[in-house]
């Protein structure tokens, strides 16, 4: 059986990275697009610095500072240096994971290492995250996509309703402290895997006890702003291309794609999420070369970049731990 899953684990992201590489052919020959000119044909880059800005500076900070407080109720203390550096590396490695947010879980692998006396009460701050951050992503959705009169909105609209509905649901059963005593005592009864199951009841019981009203009203702010300035830095790199977009557009558009990102079919989202790009621009006029293009380059400024700064971080950080090894 562990031979199989082992099997699996290792075809699981051949076959991924064989779907991505599929989408994007598919996209660019169905369409005519030429990659040359996605990078050679920008007809505005000074809005690329701009860009660059929101992403280097505004984004990392407010993640940082929205990640800080939820880890201060939970009974974690670490500075923000620390937590831009563990978002950093965390891009990096997750970059090659699949969905667009599979960087969530090495956040979480990380943030436990430095915390190994209390398992499960620093990344469980992760999933409420998540959670708090899905959930505004769908309403941020809904509530703009009245703005737009097409049908494939309409039918969007929908789903991300049901969405809300099933995670509002999950997330309630899951934070219940009754569910997780009745857990806890099954789990006991398990021979096989006592460890990652006494991880993950670690993290059940640490996500039960965070005080969600008192993070939701100090990070809730933050998390608006961030949604918001994500959102903002996809409207500045359609302009970068010459694409002059109202923003209420861009919110009742961006918050769809990003879902659909998270779809773990294929690497870091890649085809999945340019074919979305295409898909829901075009209904609005942009024409599919555009609207790859601009999804290609928020790619590599929101994520390549931080991913490289990330990958710089982390040899570094595995030099100095040579280091300290040669000095002792």
């Known amino acids: 059986m562990s ?16 779907i991505s590489i599929f989408l994007l052919i598919f996209i660019v020959y169905k369409y005519h697009i030429s ?5 050679s044909e920008i007809p505005d880059p000074n809005w690329l610095f701009i860009s660059l800005i929101i992403t280097l500076f505004f984004i990392p900070l407010l993640a940082a500072f929205r990640w800080k407080i939820m880890l201060y109720f939970s009974g974690i203390k670490e500075t923000i240096s620390q937590i831009l550096k563990i978002n950093f590396i965390s891009i990096f490695w997750g970059i090659m994971l699949p969905s667009s947010d599979g960087f969530a879980a090495i956040r979480l692998y990380l943030i436990e290492k ?8 620093a990344g469980s701050t992760v999933v409420a995250e998540k959670f708090f951050g899905f959930l505004l992503l769908c309403i941020i959705g809904i509530g703009f996509s009245f ?18 509905i099933i995670i509002s649901a999950l997330f309630i059963l899951i934070s219940h402290k009754a569910l997780y005593k009745e857990i806890s005592s099954r789990s006991q009864k398990l021979k096989h895997g006592k460890k990652i199951t006494s991880f ?15 993070i939701i009203i100090r990070v809730l702010p933050i998390m608006i702003i961030f949604q918001l300035i994500t959102i903002f830095n996809v409207s500045i790199v359609f302009r970068t291309y010459g694409a002059r977009i109202p ?14 990102s998270l779809i773990p079919f294929t690497i870091s989202g890649f085809g999945v999420r340019e074919g979305a790009f295409i898909y829901f621009y075009e209904s609005i006029g942009v024409p599919p070369p555009i609207a790859l293009s601009v999804s290609i380059m928020n790619f590599i400024i929101l994520t390549g970049i931080p991913a490289l700064i990330g990958g710089i971080w982390s040899i570094s950080s595995q030099i100095h731990m040579k280091d300290v090894q040669k000095d002792d």
């Open 35 to 39: 990659f040359l000119k996605i990078f």
């Open 147 to 164: 703005t737009l009169h097409i049908e494939k909105i309409a039918v969007c609209r929908i789903i991300l309703m049901a969405i809300i």
């Open 114 to 121: 430095r915390h190994l006396d209390s398992p499960g009460r």
């Open 3 to 18: 031979l199989r899953s082992g099997k699996l684990r290792k075809i699981y992201p051949l076959v991924q990275l064989i």
């Open 200 to 214: 993950i009841l670690s993290l059940h019981g640490a996500f039960t006890n965070l005080p969600f009203g008192k």
């Open 247 to 260: 923003f209420m557009t861009h919110l009742a558009l961006v918050p769809i794609i990003q879902i659909i």
